[in-house]
């Protein structure tokens, strides 16, 4: 009994991430979590571009030019 309480207090936070892990799975709860990560990077992205137009502008020219 002993060694399965150390087991456990040892890779209890693989443990507690397995089922965690499990339960979005299941849930289908990364289809929403997927949803909003690729939100926030559009949003990141437009931003990017907004405030850096010129430099976007440049690396672009410079992608045309190499194919």
Known sequence: M???R???MKYRGAIIGGIVATLILLTRL???MIGILI???GIYL????QLNKE???EKL???IDKM
């Open 2 to 4: 002993d060694e399965v």
């Open 6 to 8: 150390k087991f456990l």
């Open 30 to 32: 990364y289809e929403l």
């Open 39 to 41: 939100i926030a990077l």
């Open 46 to 49: 437009g931003n990017y571009i």
């Open 55 to 57: 430099v976007v502008k």
């Open 61 to 63: 020219k410079k992608i």
